[in-house]
Structure formats: structure tokens, C-alpha cells
């Protein structure tokens, strides 16, 4: 940090009779002063941290758009197979009680609930009660 008295200097004002300075010197040895202290130094680290974070930002997100398409893609699988499902169940119906058995059995262990995972059973009614109507 500058003190006072290389403020006064470099702007000029005159301090124990000291003539005043020549802005154009002023202006050099500020400069001067600010090179010695690494301040142009440390602006262009700045920028070029800053041109690092831009760039991981533009990664992030290019990343988090493929990621969403990806989501997009497998959703649309899901229901694809979800209205053929629906189908050939219209074709030969399943009793609830067997499908509610299986999801209780492929994922009591991944759940909480020793009945299986609450939204898979939710999931499994919904297409039981699609092919029916």
C-alpha cells in the first residue's frame, strides 16, 4: 500500500520544497511503482484465472446439456416400452398382486420399506391400471 508521502510525491504536491513534479514523470514513476509491486504482475494471473474459470464453465456446461439429452433419450425409451408393456398387457392381463410381489422382491433390499421401493410399486399400478382402461 502507498503512504502518504509517495501519494504526495507522485501526484505532485509539493513536500519540504520540493519543486512540483511533471504529471508525465508523475505518471512514469507511478507506473514504475506499480511494475516494482508485482501489480501488473498479479492482473495478468487474474486474467488468466479468470479465462480458466470461463473455460471450465463453457465444459460444464456443454456437459450438462449431453447429460440432459442423454436424460431426454432414456425417458423416451421408458415410455416406449411402457406403451408396448401397456399392450401386450391389453393382450394377456397379469394379476397386481403378483407384479406388486415382484417389485417387493427386486427392491426391498435397494429400499427403505420392506415392501419394496414405494415408487416403483406406484409406477408398476399405473401401467397395470393404463392397460386395463
Known amino acids: 500500500?502507498?503512504?502518504?508521502?509517495?501519494?504526495?510525491?507522485?501526484?505532485?504536491?509539493?513536500?519540504?520544497?520540493?519543486?512540483?513534479?511533471?504529471?508525465?514523470?508523475?505518471?512514469?514513476?507511478f507506473l514504475k511503482h506499480l511494475?516494482?509491486?508485482g501489480f501488473f504482475q498479479q492482473i495478468k494471473d487474474l486474467e488468466k484465472n479468470l479465462r480458466a474459470i470461463a473455460e471450465d464453465l463453457?465444459?460444464?456446461?456443454k456437459t450438462a446439456t449431453q447429460r440432459l439429452e442423454e436424460t431426454e433419450s432414456l425417458a423416451a425409451h421408458v415410455l416406449a416400452v411402457?406403451?408396448?408393456?401397456?399392450?401386450?398387457l391389453k393382450a394377456n392381463p397379469v394379476e397386481s398382486g403378483e407384479v406388486e410381489a415382484m417389485v417387493k422382491d427386486k427392491t426391498a433390499g435397494l429400499s427403505d420399506s420392506?415392501?419394496?421401493?414405494?415408487a416403483v410399486q406406484t409406477?408398476?399400478?399405473?401401467?397395470?391400471?393404463g392397460a386395463r382402461d
Not at 500500500?1 to 514513476?29: H, I, W, Y
Not at 409406477?123 to 397395470?128: G, N, W
Open 58 to 61: 463453457q465444459t460444464l456446461g
Open 82 to 88: 411402457e406403451a408396448i408393456l401397456a399392450v401386450m
Open 114 to 118: 420392506p415392501e419394496g421401493s414405494p
Open 35 to 37: 511494475e516494482g509491486t
Open 1 to 29: 500500500m502507498l503512504c502518504r508521502a509517495a501519494v504526495k510525491m507522485f501526484l505532485g504536491t509539493k513536500m519540504s520544497g520540493q519543486e512540483e513534479r511533471n504529471p508525465d514523470d508523475t505518471s512514469q514513476m
Open 123 to 129: 409406477i408398476a399400478a399405473d401401467i397395470l391400471s
